[in-house]
C-alpha cells in the first residue's frame, strides 16, 4: 500500500513506521489518522512482523493535532469520534491503542516535540525510547480538552494518580530527564533509535510466541484478579509449551544454533 503520510520500512522482521510530515512538525492531520489506523490494523494480522518501531520524521515526533485541519471542520472532528458502541474505540482512540493490540513489542522513538496527540501514540508502545532534547507534554487542556486518544490506559498503568492528574491538568512540558523520572519514558539516550534497533535484535532473539504470549498476558492482566493472571499464565503455557516454537527455542538453547522460528501463532 502506498502512503501519503507515513514512511513504512521492513528489515529482517522489524517494521519502522515513520509519521512524515516534517514541515508540520509531524502534526496529526485526517489523513495521517487515517494512516496510522491503517498500518497499525495491518501489522496486528501480520504473523511475520517481530517488533515495530514508530518514530518521526525531521528531528520531531509530533506537535500534536493539526487543528485548522481537523477542530475546524465539524465533520473531521465527528470522524474522529464516531463509534459505535460506547466501549469501542473511535479512530482517535484506536492510533493509541492499535499499538497494544499487536501481538509484538513497539517502539517509540521520541525526538524534538512530543506533544498532545502525539503523547497519546507513543504511551501505546509497549517502550518509549526519548532523546535528551525530547519534549513531552499531555496538552488538549490548552485547548479546553481532555485527553481522549487512549492514552490514558497506558497513563494510568505507569505513573501514580495525582501525577498523570497534575500532568493533564497543567497541560506542562516536561524534558525528557523529568519525563523519565515519572517513568513517562523508558529510556533517555543519545541515540533513541539505534538503542531501540537493539532492544528489537534482543528481542528477536527469543520465540515470537513467547513474546505475543509475555505481551498479551501483561496488557489484560495487569491490574486484574489473582486468578484470573494464574489462569492466563497457565492457558498460554499450555499453548507454548504445544506450539513449534517452544521446540525450536529448546534445539536453540541446548545445540547453540540459530535455527529459524516459524511464523507465530495466533495468541490474540
Not at 518501531?53 to 485548522?68: E, M, P, Q, R, T
Not at 497494544?100 to 512530543?114: F, Q, W
Not at 519514558?185 to 535484535?201: F, G, K, L, N, R
Not at 498476558?217 to 493472571?229: A, E, P, Q, V
Request: proline residues 4%; glycine residues 6%.
Amino acid at each position: 500500500m502506498s502512503w501519503t503520510r507515513l514512511l513504512v520500512e521492513e528489515e529482517d522482521g522489524v517494521v519502522t513506521v515513520v509519521l512524515n510530515r516534517p514541515d508540520k512538525c509531524n502534526a496529526l492531520d485526517m489523513s495521517l489518522f487515517k494512516e496510522l489506523d491503517k498500518v497499525s490494523n495491518q501489522l496486528r494480522k501480520r504473523k511475520d512482523v517481530r517488533a515495530v518501531i514508530v518514530k518521526g520524521a525531521g528531528g520531531n515526533f509530533s506537535s500534536g493535532l493539526d487543528v485548522k485541519s481537523v477542530v475546524t471542520s465539524r465533520s473531521n472532528a465527528l470522524s474522529l469520534l464516531a463509534k459505535w458502541l460506547p466501549g469501542n474505540a473511535n479512530m482517535a482512540q484506536r492510533v493509541s491503542r492499535n499499538w497494544r493490540k499487536i501481538p509484538c513489542p513497539v517502539i517509540a522513538v521520541i525526538e524534538g516535540k512530543c506533544w498532545g496527540g502525539g503523547m497519546q501514540i507513543v504511551l501505546g508502545a509497549d517502550f518509549r525510547i526519548a532523546s535528551p532534547d525530547a519534549e513531552l507534554s499531555i496538552m488538549e487542556i490548552r485547548w479546553g480538552l481532555m485527553p481522549d486518544m487512549a492514552g490514558l490506559m497506558s497513563l494510568r498503568e505507569v505513573m501514580p494518580r495525582d501525577a498523570a492528574m497534575r500532568l493533564t491538568m497543567t497541560g506542562e512540558i516536561l524534558q525528557a530527564d523529568e519525563a523519565n523520572k515519572l517513568n513517562l519514558v523508558t529510556e533517555v539516550v543519545e541515540d533513541p533509535m539505534q538503542y531501540a534497533q537493539s532492544i528489537c535484535q534482543a528481542i528477536c532473539k527469543g520465540s515470537p510466541d513467547a513474546i505475543a504470549a509475555i505481551k498479551l498476558t501483561m496488557n489484560r492482566c495487569w491490574h486484574s484478579s489473582d486468578r484470573r493472571l494464574l489462569a492466563t499464565e497457565t492457558l498460554n503455557q499450555i499453548r507454548l509449551i504445544l506450539g513449534k516454537n517452544f521446540h525450536i527455542a529448546g534445539k536453540r538453547q541446548r545445540k547453540k544454533v540459530d535455527i529459524d522460528y516459524k511464523p507465530r501463532q495466533s495468541f490474540w
